[in-house]
């Protein structure tokens, strides 16, 4: 008799910020090898689609994605664009972060909100019963990464802060039916050598 998780269909989404881009939003040559190794990564897997932000340096990495995924789809997806999901009221916001909020009005904190919910809509869920399983990726910004992080670990909203990802990092989330998501990894560089990898650290390292 099959097991009940036999039966499960499941939405893989391989989410990760695009490659690292100079400070007019152009995709840089080391952005362009870190996809190239993201899609090595990425190649022997069963991806269904890619989809990317509709900003220059996402849409620029997606092409270099797909040069990989040969029998993927690649679209453009609005929900993807970089946004603040959720700005915090004041006493949910960590010291830390209180000026990072200053000019934002409730009008373009309205918009993000609703761009952060039109995107959990659309991609944080399960296929419908009887469909194949479905791999798709991401490709975005660190912010919506941080926001789909949150709403899988059903966390506070105002818990998207400090949630930051590396460009190219993978991270991996899982919907199963009738089951809560599942957080596979978070992060991971592991395809990266590390001159192209983002570490949080400031340059020189840690001070004690």
Known sequence: MPRPWSRMTTRHLYLARHGVADAFGELTEPGRRQMDLFGERLAGLPI???WHSPLPR???SARILGRHLPGA???????LVDHVPYVPAPAETP???????????DAEAAEGHRLAEALVA???KVPEPGAADVHEVLLTHAYPIAWLVRHAMDAPRSRWLGLNSGNTALTVIEYRTGLPPTIVMFNDMSHLPPELRWTGFPPGGVRP
Not at 97 to 104: E, H, I, P, S
């Open 122 to 124: 659309r991609f944080a």
């Open 48 to 50: 269904d689609a890619v």
């Open 73 to 79: 789809s690649v679209a453009e997806a609005a929900e």
């Open 95 to 105: 010291a830390s972060w209180a000026g990072f909020f200053d000019g934002y009005d």
């Open 58 to 60: 996402a849409a620029a």
